[in-house]
């Protein structure tokens, strides 16, 4: 199967060829791809391609998936009630 056919990421639509070209670039961690691609930032989290991504950057890269750094969780620092951006919008 043709690498651009192959979704790594759904949340953001990223390839297995968008992954392998920025790790030709040089980008070799999770977090790199995370800034560069936004894998891991859609509404799942990273709970479908985290382990995904993290398997394949040690495959490409022929190291073992525990030298492979896991993504950052950053969970939101407090909630927001849909009726204050609702306020907002009216404004």
């Known amino acids: 199967m043709d690498k651009k056919n192959i979704i790594m990421c759904r949340c953001?639509?990223?390839t297995l060829e968008d992954l392998h070209k920025k790790i030709d670039e040089g980008y070799e961690t999770f977090e790199d791809l995370k800034r560069l691609l936004r894998v891991g930032m859609g509404p799942c989290q990273a709970n479908t391609c985290g382990q995904l991504?993290?398997?394949e950057l040690a495959s490409y890269l022929g190291k073992k998936t525990s030298d492979i750094k896991p993504h950052k969780s950053r969970p939101m620092v407090q909630g927001i009630s849909l009726e204050s951006i609702a306020k907002e919008v009216e404004k």
């Open 53 to 55: 991504i993290q398997k």
């Open 12 to 14: 953001e639509d990223v």
